[in-house]
């Protein structure tokens, strides 16, 4: 997990302005992560989307309410790896947020909300990339 921390920590210069403040909020999920980076120009990293699909889906009930409250793009979304509890509010945050870029590990993955998250970047023409 180190490492994916230091591989953000390594994007954020390309958000930075200088004139303020990272703040790093990990927002309580339940099962699974969701941590988002506020960048000093107010943009979002997020890392990971919680978890659950459909009536359970973490991203759609707990993180998209979370950044609005807090307001601000989200630039970038990133994927640390394919397993429901980390991925699987990632469809509803793309649908709804549409976020600037993914990022992911690109581990092979079959959970079907890993799926529906690369299918719904794909639909909404973001730009993907593996890291």
Excluded at 48 to 69: H, M, N, S
Excluded at 81 to 96: C, K, M, S, T
Excluded at 103 to 125: H, I, K, M
């Amino acid at each position: 997990m180190l490492k994916y921390w230091l591989l953000v920590l390594a994007l954020c210069p390309a958000f930075a302005d200088h004139g303020g403040l990272l703040t790093v909020h990990f927002v309580d999920v339940g099962q699974g992560d969701a941590i988002a980076l506020r960048t000093p120009r107010g943009r979002w990293i997020v890392v990971d989307a919680g978890g659950g699909r459909a009536a359970r889906d973490a991203g759609r009930r707990i993180v998209l309410p979370y950044l609005r409250r807090w307001g601000g793009d989200v630039a970038m979304l990133v994927f640390t790896h394919p397993h429901d509890d980390h991925v699987g509010g990632a469809a509803a945050l793309i649908a709804r947020l549409r976020p600037g870029e993914v990022r992911d590990a690109a581990f092979a993955g079959t959970s079907p909300a890993y799926r529906e998250a690369l299918v719904a970047t794909r639909d909404a023409g973001i730009p993907w990339r593996r890291i």
